[in-house]
């Protein structure tokens, strides 16, 4: 893409506020970590994923209409970037021998975050049918070499042996391991997209209430606030709090994102 489409990205409300979200997110376990940074690196998540296929054209067009599918790409690359730092993170706190393109965020060793330690499990359940193997490399994720090695009374040797053979399992099944890590990512999203159905389902019921919408929205905070974190609600803060009073264009905005947003997870 040229250079002024990526200054136009940026430039977008919703490229400031997942900045500020990845921020957060990294800067819990990064102090050293600025503004700066998270910039370039959302900017590069959508460059070099989110929006890989996309023309100049096609963001221009886009921006021009704040299309909904684009606000929604560039909150998921924040998201998608604050994972590769947790994954960085591990990487670097690596107490066992590294499992060289493995594909379990490059190494099997003591992981930190629980995003990571989630799907690092699941691959690991999957690759390795042995339950004593399971086990002993569970351990290694979750307490390290050394604790593991004293556990089960390995020498070095017998620890890198060990390592030698899952690694050779792990690099010969990459395109399961490759599987497991989708129906990772899309598992919360699926997730997701069940419960904006059921405010589906209360907005189109008949027996309706401005109430049930409160309900919601009291159960589903984190989602309400994404839902209504787009300029043209003119108060966010009123829809959250109290859905009934709030104007009648806010409260048809956010119930509007709602079927772009089941849109865009059907489309996926």
């Not at 959302?42 to 996309?54: D, F, K, Q």
């Not at 020498?155 to 899952?166: H, I, L, N, T």
């Not at 264009?249 to 509007?256: E, F, L, P």
């Not at 079927?259 to 996926?268: L, S």
């Amino acid at each position: 893409m040229e250079k002024s489409t990526f200054e136009a990205i940026m430039e977008l409300d919703a490229f400031g506020k997942a900045t500020t979200k990845l921020l957060k997110a990294v800067r819990g376990t990064n102090r050293a970590y600025e503004r700066a940074d998270a910039r370039q690196d959302l900017i590069t998540e959508l460059a070099l994923h989110r929006l890989n296929n996309w023309t100049d054209a096609m963001v221009m067009h886009a921006i021009h209409d704040e299309n909904y599918q684009l606000m929604v790409m560039i909150a998921y690359a924040g998201k998608d970037a604050a994972r590769r730092h947790w994954s960085a993170d591990a990487r670097q706190n690596a107490v066992a021998e590294k499992v060289v393109d493995s594909g379990m965020a490059e190494g099997v060793q003591q992981v930190e975050s629980p995003g990571v330690l989630a799907e690092a499990n699941e691959i690991v359940s999957v690759i390795f049918t042995n339950t004593a193997t399971r086990e002993w490399i569970n351990s290694i994720l979750t307490s390290g070499k050394s604790e593991t090695m004293a556990q089960y009374n390995q020498s070095p040797r017998q620890f890198s042996k060990k390592m030698a053979d899952g690694t050779a399992r792990l690099k010969a099944h990459q395109d399961t391991i490759e599987q497991v890590r989708a129906e990772h990512e899309m598992r919360p999203l699926r997730a997701e997209r069940a419960e904006l159905l059921k405010l589906v389902n209360i907005v189109e019921s008949e027996s309706y209430t401005d109430s049930m919408v409160q309900d919601w929205i009291d159960a589903h905070p984190v989602l309400a606030n994404d839902l209504v974190d787009v300029p043209a609600i003119s108060y966010q803060k009123q829809v959250i709090e109290s859905f009934a009073n709030a104007g009648n264009t806010d409260k048809y905005c956010m119930v509007n994102n709602v079927y772009k947003r089941i849109q865009w997870y059907n489309k996926r």
